[in-house]
């Protein structure tokens, strides 16, 4: 059984592009690669055959890059829509900074699928930890390089 801590947080949106991935690096990338292969061990003398080289190179990173998607689908953990009553992963919340009243929100998503730019932050960023398992209505104190406060507005 594994341990939560090993487990890949991702959206249904997410899984279903790395497992398309895995199916095109599987069925189209790896085979590609073989056959440069076969054509570049054709081409003779493998010792100075920079095309044989490059397909090797090109094998390596595939082959490496289907064993991460493979761990990733081994380890995931599906978001599930969450309920408005407390904060978890999947969330979405709105938040007003107590010393700037700034008003932000942002989604709590797994590591792989953050993205700051779009309100989209890590599980394990330090908000979504100070987030976890809150109510509307809370201020909490973030453990920032520097610290601020923030008020949950609503959970949406």
């Known amino acids: 059984m594994a341990n939560n801590d090993n487990k890949i947080y991702l959206t249904e949106e997410s899984l279903k592009q790395y497992q398309e991935k895995l199916k095109y690096l599987q069925e189209v990338a790896r085979p590609q690669v073989i ?14 055959n920079a095309e044989y080289d490059s397909a090797r190179d090109k094998q390596a990173a595939i082959e490496n890059e289907i064993l991460e ?28 900074n107590i010393n700037t009243n700034e008003i932000s929100e942002v989604k709590i998503v797994g590591a792989l699928d953050a ?5 989209k932050i890590s599980n394990t960023s330090p908000l979504a930890i100070a987030l976890n398992g809150k109510k509307v209505g809370q201020v909490i104190e973030v453990e920032a390089p520097k610290k601020y406060k923030v008020k949950i507005e609503s959970i949406l």
């Open 35 to 48: 056959e440069e292969i076969k054509e570049a061990r054709n081409q003779g003398d493998l010792s100075e």
């Open 69 to 96: 998607i493979q761990h990733i689908l081994e380890n995931v953990e599906i978001i599930k829509s969450t309920s408005t009553h407390t904060i978890r992963i999947g969330s979405t919340v709105k938040l007003i």
């Open 115 to 119: 993205d700051p730019f779009n309100n």
